[in-house]
């Protein structure tokens, strides 16, 4: 079993930065992808982006350029730094692990944390 903990969001103003840390513990094997999605209020949940052990990443278009995922394998933590945030960046940010990097695209991920509110004033 894999337990994720999220920590880092907040309120901000248009044009800042926040930084999100999601923290696993349990069997190693079972985060070796991680990623974030996020769920605006009333709309359906969206990938964000993803990185895997050894540090590949995936991004969707809306966030390329000014977020940056990474993990620090270490310390079994994974970070999302969200630069020029916009208020359409409004929303839960969820973190999410899985053995395999491939199920993040339809959803399908076994582990999941709580949720963390970013909240982007304009």
């Known amino acids: 079993q894999v337990q994720l903990v999220e920590t880092g969001g907040g309120l901000v103003q248009a044009g800042g930065s926040l930084r999100l840390s999601c923290t696993a513990s349990g069997s190693t094997f079972g985060y070796n992808a991680m990623g974030w999605y996020r769920q605006p209020r009333g709309k359906s949940r969206e990938l964000v982006a993803t990185v895997t052990r050894p540090g590949s990443t995936y991004y969707t278009d809306s966030v390329k350029g000014r977020f940056t995922v990474s993990r620090d394998n270490a310390k079994n933590t994974m970070y999302l730094q969200m630069n020029s945030l916009k208020p359409e960046d409004t929303a839960v940010y969820y973190c999410?692990?899985?053995?395999?990097?491939?199920?993040?695209?339809?959803?399908?991920?076994?582990?999941w944390g709580q949720g963390t509110r970013v909240t982007v004033s304009s």
């Open positions: 999410a692990a899985d053995t395999q990097v491939d199920v993040f695209a339809t959803g399908e991920v076994r582990h």
